[in-house]
Nanobody
Framework: QVQLVESGGGSVQAGGSLRLSCVAS????????MGWFRQAPGKEREGVAI????????EYADSVKGRFTVSQDNYKNTLYLQMNSLKPEDTAMYYC???????????????????WGQGTQVTVSS
């Protein structure tokens, strides 16, 4: 059974840092395209960061480039999102996602990912 469990969210002041974790079970993170999406109140869900299976290439939303880093630990079967220089506009629920199938709508399109965690809240105050 596939499961994604996020942790690491919280409240931080602007300029601060947080690291989100996503423990995966039921599959190997090294063989799946995985990443993070977020949704702020009243806004559409958006792709934040994706890491490609195998070679570990990454893709980021323009709004987080240079501030966020996605990585994974294959031994711990865990995905991470290191978030630095946080801004109030980063406030959102953050979701861990995994693509375990053949659907393809684009690397940062939520329809591509068929497995989602329950989310972890990140709140950045000014």
């Amino acid at each position: 059974q596939v499961q994604l469990v996020e942790s690491g969210g919280g409240s931080v002041q602007a300029g601060g840092s947080l690291r989100l974790s996503c423990v995966a079970s039921g599959f190997s993170v090294s063989g799946a395209r995985m990443g993070w999406f977020r949704q702020a109140p009243g806004k559409e869900r958006e792709g934040v960061a994706i890491i490609y299976e195998g070679r570990g290439a990454t893709e980021y939303a323009d709004s987080v480039k240079g501030r966020f880093t996605v990585s994974q630990d294959n031994y711990k079967n865990t995905l991470y999102l290191q978030m630095n220089s946080l801004k109030p506009e980063d406030t959102a629920m953050y979701y861990c996602v995994a693509r375990l199938g053949s659907r393809w709508y684009g690397v940062l399109d939520q329809r591509t990912y068929n497995n989602w965690g329950q989310g972890t809240q990140v709140t950045v105050s000014s």
